[in-house]
Structure formats: C-alpha cells, structure tokens
C-alpha cells in the first residue's frame, strides 16, 4: 500500500484574541492519498479554511500561530520548513483555489502578467506567455488571449474563478487545496466551475482537499468526506458510506436540512443554534448543545474518536460501549 500523500495529525492552531485564546483548529487529523478527493464539510466558523490556511503556513501573524501537530507532505513536515522554504513549496507542490478571487487577485495588474508571475517565480522557462494562453483556454474561457490584457474587475465572476483555477495549475502541484471554489456563483456557473475541477483533476492525477459546505457538492466530486464541527473532526468515511449511513447526530442534522421532493412545499428543516465560540468550546462534546441525544457524559467528558465500520470514524458517545446509555429514556428527546 502506497504511503498517503499528505498526513495531518493532531493540528492545533490558535489565536490569541481580547476574548481569550481561540483553539479554531484543535486536533484534526486527515490524509489524503495521491490522486484522491476529501472533501472537508461543516458549517461556517468551524475551522475548515484556517486548516487549509495551516496546512500552508499562512495563519495569520502575529495573533494566529501552529501550537503542535504535524502535517506531512511526501513523508516530509512542513511545520519544519522555513518561510523561504515554504514559499517554494506553495504554488508548485501544493496550489490553493481562494474562496474569492477578486481579494485574491492582484487589481493593478492584468491577468496575463499575474497568471506569467506565478510560473516565474518557480522557475519555469520558455515562452511562458502561449502556456499562459493555453492554460486560460484549458479552463474554458471563451477568449483567452483578450483574457490575458483584461484586469481582474472586468471579469465576471466565474471568469475570475477560472483564472484563480488556472494559476494554480500552473506549476501542475500535486496537491489542490480548493476553498469553497463555488462561493457566491450562480447555480450555471457553479455546475461548469465544479466540471472544471473534475475533467482537470483526472486529466492531471492531482490530489484535491475540497473545503465546501454543500454537500450536493461532495457527492459529486468527492471519494472520501471528513464533517467538521467546531475545530474538530466528528466524522470520515467513504462518500457512499456516509450519505446512506451518517452516524454522528451533526451530520445527520445536515442530511436533514437538505430540501428533497419527500418534503415539496414544507419548511426546510434547520440545525438549533450556532457553531459555539472557539474562545469557549463546551468542556465534553462541544456539539452537545445542539444535540438532541445528548445526555450527562455528553456535557462532562470528550467523546473519543471511534472506528464503527471500514474506513469510518465517529467521534461520539454514541457509539463508545464503555458510556453509550443503556436506555433510550437515559438520553434527553
């Protein structure tokens, strides 16, 4: 069995902040082998980009900063990499999709030069203007050439993602860290863009950790699927198995907010509450709040990380022997 391309393990990575410490990422552990999708799902606030962000060493400084963990990339730790080190590895090992692009590009320079800049500074050579066109072409922009003269705001949307999807492939990295690549597209685009990273992704063999909280999403692009909940990894398994056999009590309650025609002209069901603070996450299952079976030990004790099938993980009282309630009336309805 061939060794996973990128291992995370027990990455924590804090802010200081006037409200106190903020664990926004507090022990997430993944892999990710070659060639294959993850996708990494949950609610907003609950860590999925600062992961990406940490996985790169792009936290924000002076406040943000990696506690402990280890992120192994080709069996090598990137939390021991310098910067310099690390800004030869970003953009030509690992690449990563932004969740806007118009903050991600550059506004005072045209696209073809930023798109010429990122192949440059990791010394590609040649005519690197024609594999800039290409690569625009490559992505599906109807006029690439025009493409290349035009700046960031004369771009639609779409278009600006497009670019953002071609530079990042263009130093062709062997890991695509793609941060809700479809936010705020319309339902048209959003089906091209995901086509895009899929055609792309089998024509290039690249991994893709795919951060997103649509789950109609996962399904269509993903093999494995890693749910987040408040700093924290609460469930992994293969996409399959998870849609026809979610097991912790948040995944569940997302499956059941998605509209579906069994419930035609009725309210879409939603998750009570919010995603805790990650100043003040609850003291046992920080989803205990929220959780209709939640009894005591799930408001005194963190619940442990369980293997309940091949290849899925749980992180539940639920499913540990040692605590799980013996009677339906022990937990609260």
Known sequence: MNNPLLVV????????TPQGLSRAVDGVSFTIDEGEILALVGES???KSMTALSILQ???????????????????????RTWEQMREIRGKEIAMIFQEPMTSLNGVFTVGDQLIEAMAVHGKRGNLR??????LGRVGLPEPERAMRQYPHELSGGMRQRVMIAMALANEPKLLLADEPTTALDVTVQAQIL????DLQKETGMAVLLITHDLRVVARLA????????????????VKELFQHPRHPYTQGLFACLPSQMRRGKELNSLEGVVPSPTAWPP??????????????????????LTIAKHHVVRCHLYDPEIAPTSVGEVRS
């Open 9 to 16: 393990e027990n990455l924590r990575t804090y802010f200081r």
């Open 45 to 47: 606030g609950c860590g």
């Open 58 to 80: 792009l936290v924000p400084e002076p406040a943000g900063y990696i506690e402990s963990g280890r992120i192994l990339f080709q069996g090598e730790d990137l939390l021991d």
């Open 130 to 135: 024609e594999r800039a066109i290409e690569l």
């Open 195 to 198: 086509d895009l990273l899929a």
């Open 223 to 238: 093999q494995r699927v890693a749910v987040m909940y408040a700093g924290q990894i609460v469930e992994q398994a293969p």
């Open 284 to 305: 046992g299952c920080r989803f205990a709040p929220r959780c209709s079976f939640c009894w005591q030990p799930c408001l005194e004790q963190v619940p442990k990380t």
